[in-house]
């Protein structure tokens, strides 16, 4: 309420059946009132109560009595002019609780954005190497001379409280992927396999594979374990043959984080020699521990590795003891070549894993892909770059499962690995021979090489039609040097030829067929070449007289 003025003139003191400014019923309005109706300004308050005084003034003196009440009458009029409502909103707004109230959620929300956060950038600095903040660059992966990327994964059991030889890398296998023609080979590692180590480990300066990542880990933390995968990449690319650039560490919990991140199932095709699938009573225990408790809790037999062949779906405590089972206790079926049965399990797992993430659309989610690596930050470990990482979201998108080649090292009627006791242990080693490991180069070189001539490795017999002593000799020796596949060296049955003759036996090949044409600009003689040739041969080329070169005189 404003303040009343004291020497305020010009008031009329009220009247029965009068209002300020008003007349009595049959009376004419004062001209000074009048005046005051006709302002422009008469409906803003203080431009009303300026006017009234102005036009008033000089009309006498009043009682201070007849102008309070004069005013009182003036504010219940006041008090009866409707007011400009404000809106809902900005009135709610105004309300101090509701201001502290908004201020403390935002508080909150940053509060838990800066948490996950941190939590994100710990959890992927365990993983990747370098800069978080790279993460938003996309800078493809190291690559080899055929342009693959070669990549080395073990697993460990630390995580499993009382496992046995928990630093052992019972899991080996190294992927190798293009990133231009979107395709991979999975090459499983035998974890028996006999080496030679380098150096003074458990075993000695020899032993299994297996042992070699704790042998050369030393100390603890993150950085450690990058060193350790690093030396163990190096190691096993020396034996293969082969350029290996990363590696990663996985053990228990990342199988179980990965099975749940992609909905707490995979779907794996049993693909046994046995009618029945596979059986493995190793992990009955988790069953319970009396026959009834296991019928009852791993129906129909009571084991819980039990598959018939054919498409299976797996949980992630199933998933993880099939990557483990081998059959190396009876009862067990389907296991006939233990670990090697082992083998091709775990990389069925990892192609079902991938096949799952593709299908749920969690590689497609950067927020679910942040989310699994905050969930596995404590137990994945990897030399790869932060950099690096939207080049490995985007390809293991962009590969399909038809596109990744096992390759198998015991399959075939040549098979490049054996078995056999060493020094009273049960070991793999090369056909070829101990630490002989040119057939598994030789293989590799063939299955990865960007060269379709030594992909192909197509057999070739070069037979001498000239009539000169050592003319095929020297021809094959040049196709060796440009990487083609001699089979054998011989003279042609007596005849005439032309400088180049080339026969094609069989089909396919077609990349050697193409370099072959290119290279003595001939097409391919119809019919059967004029010698017979093993099985094997995919072409027979003869050469004959050469034309002389003409020589210039002077």
């Known amino acids: 309420m404003a303040k009343k003025s004291q020497s305020m003139d010009g008031f009329i003191p009220r009247r029965p059946n009068r209002k300020v400014g008003g007349t009595i019923s049959g009376e004419e309005k004062p001209k000074e009132f009048a005046e005051i ?28 009595s007849e102008i309070d009440e004069s005013l009182h009458g003036i504010d219940d009029e006041e008090q009866k002019a409707p007011k400009r409502r404000k809106h809902p909103v900005i009135k709610f707004l105004k309300k101090k609780w509701v201001k502290r109230a908004l201020l403390f959620l935002v508080a909150i929300l940053v509060g838990v954005g800066i948490f996950v956060g941190i939590r994100a950038f710990i959890a ?49 296998m190294i992927l190798s992927v293009n990133q231009t023609t979107k395709d991979a080979f999975m090459i499983s590692i035998p974890r028996d396999l006999y080496v030679q180590y380098g150096r003074a480990c458990n075993s000695g ?8 990542y704790g042998c050369v880990h030393e100390g603890t933390g993150v950085e450690h374990d990058r060193k350790a995968l690093a030396k163990e990449a190096t190691f096993v690319g020396k034996i293969f043959g082969l350029q290996v650039d990363y590696g990663v560490n996985v053990n228990y919990t990342v199988m179980r984080e ?126 790869f770059e932060f950099k690096e990482f939207r080049t490995l979201v985007a390809l293991a998108q962009e590969i399909k499962s038809e596109d990744i080649e096992s390759i198998s090292l015991i399959d075939g009627d040549s098979p490049i690995m054996t078995t056999g006791n060493i020094r009273g242990i049960s070991s793999v080693f090369p056909s070829a021979g101990l630490f002989n490991y040119d057939d598994l180069r030789l293989l590799l070189k063939q299955k990865m090489s960007s060269n379709p001539v030594v992909r192909e490795a197509a057999p070739i017999v070069v037979l001498n039609g000239s009539g000169a002593a050592g003319v095929a000799t020297k021809e094959s020796d040049k196709l060796k040097a440009a990487e083609f596949t001699i089979a054998y060296v011989g003279d042609a049955p007596a005849g005439t030829y032309a400088p180049y003759t080339l026969y094609q036996v069989g089909k396919g090949n ?4 193409a370099k072959l044409k290119k290279r003595y600009d001939v097409k391919v003689t119809k019919g059967d070449p004029p010698i017979a040739v093993d099985a094997t041969v995919k072409f027979v080329l003869i050469v004959g007289p050469q034309p002389v070169k003409a020589t210039s005189s002077n």
Not at 136 to 158: H, M, W, Y
Request: charge should be neutral.
């Open 37 to 64: 109706e006709e302002d422009k300004h008469f409906k803003k308050k203080d431009a009303e109560k300026s006017s009234v005084s102005t036009a008033i003034s000089g009309m006498g003196d009043i009682t201070k």
């Open 124 to 172: 992927g600095s365990n993983i990747f190497q370098g800069n978080v903040f790279e993460i938003f660059q996309t800078v493809p992966l190291k690559q080899d001379a055929n342009g693959r990327s070669n990549i080395l994964i073990v697993g460990t059991s630390e995580d499993d409280p009382g496992h046995e030889g928990a630093s052992l890398t019972d899991s080996m």
């Open 205 to 212: 300066y020899e032993g299994k594979i297996n042992e070699y």
């Open 258 to 383: 990965l099975v749940s991140a992609v909905g707490g199932s995979i779907t794996v095709t049993i693909e046994s020699r046995h009618p029945d699938g596979q059986m493995d009573s190793n992990f009955d225990w988790k069953c319970g521990t009396t026959y009834a408790q296991r019928l009852k809790r791993c129906p129909p037999r009571g084991h819980f590795i039990d598959y018939p062949n054919g498409p299976v779906k797996l949980d992630a405590e199933h998933a993880l003891y099939l990557a483990q089972a081998r059959g190396d206790r009876a009862p067990t079926y389907g296991f006939e070549q233990s670990n090697f049965d082992r083998e091709k399990n775990q990389q069925k797992i990892i192609k079902a894993l991938r096949e799952k993430a593709v299908s749920a659309g969690v590689l497609g989610d950067f927020n679910k892909v942040r989310a699994i690596i905050d969930a596995l930050g404590k137990n994945l470990r990897s030399t």
């Open 510 to 513: 077609d990349g050697t067929l």
